[in-house]
């Protein structure tokens, strides 16, 4: 997959060198690219802003720059099949978009290519995304959570992660990404333990030291339950019944 990132700050980026991220990017599964904003201006000064029509407070970002940059990273816009079915698709972080989830992450992990736009001031003029739409792209305004960052570097570098480990061989053991939180079951995951059994005169669950798979994934599927009982009880309430046992029930 190619990920173009377009920024005024590449550098904030860097972080997308490290860890697995990083490794997919070196061994070829994720084609990265970040560039600066900047580099399509005309300018002398090199302007990705200007005041905002009907006044208010803060600087927009100028519609003709994006222009330029999304005309130069875009292909010309396939016959639309359906989001998540291959193709490019433009990414824009805004706190004024779609909640971001695991959803979204697994539907741009099957496109072709993904172009983030990051906003910085008070966002990115409202024709770019209805001019790329209108054109036949894929265009997601999207929001990593209600609350309000100075730009959408941060969210940008939350969503390539999220799409990323879901890419062919970037995490080592696929079998890590079957049981997540957030995954088929619609569950939160069940609590994990590691060495030393006792630890500070707390002790590992002796069914997690019982060696008897069938009560290690009974007990495991029921934290799971409770913990999201606990803490979303909305994901319990749009748990699909018929998946639901007698025992998942009670708990
Ligand atoms: N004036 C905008 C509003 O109230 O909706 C906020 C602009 S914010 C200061 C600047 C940029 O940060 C946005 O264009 C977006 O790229 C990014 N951003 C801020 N909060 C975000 C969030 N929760 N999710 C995704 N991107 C965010």
Not at 80 to 94: C, E, K, L, N
Not at 159 to 173: F, I, S, T, W, Y
Request: proline share 6%.
């Amino acid at each position: 997959m190619r990920i173009d990132v377009v920024t005024i700050f590449p550098d904030y980026l860097a972080a997308l060198d490290l860890s697995l991220v990083g490794k997919a990017r070196r061994a070829g599964l994720l084609d990265l690219r970040v560039h600066d904003l900047r580099d399509w201006t005309t300018d002398r000064h090199r302007t990705v802003d200007d005041t905002p029509f009907g006044g208010g407070a803060g600087m927009v970002m100028r519609p003709d720059v994006w222009g330029r940059a999304l005309d130069d990273l875009l292909p010309e816009p396939a016959a639309d099949t359906g989001a998540g079915t291959g193709g490019a698709h433009v990414v824009v972080p805004t706190p004024s978009g779609d909640v971001f989830t695991q959803r979204h992450a697994e539907e741009l992990a099957t496109e072709d290519q993904l172009v983030v736009a990051c906003g910085r001031y008070e966002g990115i003029d409202a024709r770019v995304a209805e001019h790329y739409r209108a054109a036949g792209h894929r265009v997601s305004e999207l929001s990593i959570g209600d609350y309000v960052l100075n730009g959408g570097e941060v969210a940008a570098m939350v969503m390539v992660e999220a799409v990323g480990r879901l890419l062919p061989g970037v995490v080592g053991n696929p079998h890590s990404l079957v049981e997540e939180s957030h995954g088929a079951a619609g569950l939160l995951e069940y609590p994990v333990y590691t060495k030393p059994p006792a630890w500070d005169g707390r002790e590992v669950p002796e069914v997690l030291l019982s060696g008897h798979h069938a009560r290690i994934d009974r007990w495991r599927r029921d934290r799971a339950l409770e913990r999201t009982a606990a803490r979303r009880p909305d994901m319990v309430a749009a748990l699909d019944p018929d998946v639901l046992d007698a025992h998942d029930r009670e708990v």
